[in-house]
């Protein structure tokens, strides 16, 4: 799916495992649409080749480097990860950060904790700066990914939402938060 200029999908693959994506790509329009269609469909097809999120990425790099001029030459920031059932509950996580928004753990007490995990943008170089990184989410425990049109959003004084309130409107839940009341409590608090 496409949003203006972001994007998200996830996928099963053949494992078992699940891969997820979401992204923001330089631009906006055909071009924009036509980089957002290269990284969804790189990484769908490299996923079962590959041993994991960092070697997709890396795939999904070379092929924006090699993408002719007429398809667009801006970057684009993504959290690609693959999640699979634990065996004792919960989700094993594995993703890489490419210059995107700081993906946030909510953790079962509803304390949020921005996820360590350090990388570059994608599509301007052969040498992206890369990590992988790893978390088990228990049963009552998130991980949110979000673009920066939330902490970018203004209000009527044209004051940025930001990283501090995003974090804050989730911070104030008693317990840990579903889906549905995080983007409702996310919603409201914009």
Request: some cysteine; hydrophobic content about 40%.
């Amino acid at each position: 799916l496409d949003i203006g200029g972001d994007f998200y999908d996830f996928f099963r693959l053949d494992d078992g495992s699940w891969g997820f994506m979401l992204g923001d790509v330089c631009g906006r329009g055909a071009t924009a649409a036509t980089t957002t269609a290269l990284v969804r469909h790189t990484a769908r097809a490299v996923a079962p080749l590959l041993p994991g999120p960092e070697a997709v990425v890396r795939a999904v790099n070379k092929a924006l480097l090699q993408r002719p001029h007429s398809h667009g030459t801006g970057f684009v920031t993504l959290v690609y990860g693959h999640f699979t059932p634990a065996p004792s509950g919960g989700l094993d996580l594995t993703l890489v950060r490419a210059g995107h928004t700081l993906p946030l753990h909510l953790d079962q007490r509803g304390a949020v904790h921005p996820l360590d995990c350090p990388g570059g943008l994608i599509g301007i170089s052969d040498e992206a700066y890369l990590a992988t990184c790893h978390l088990h989410l228990e049963p009552t425990e998130s991980l949110l990914l979000y673009t920066d049109g939330i902490t970018e959003a203004r209000n009527h004084d044209r004051e940025q939402f930001g990283e501090e309130r995003l974090t804050q409107a989730l911070g104030h839940a008693s317990s840990p938060l579903t889906a549905q009341q995080t983007i409702d409590t996310l919603t409201g608090a914009v």
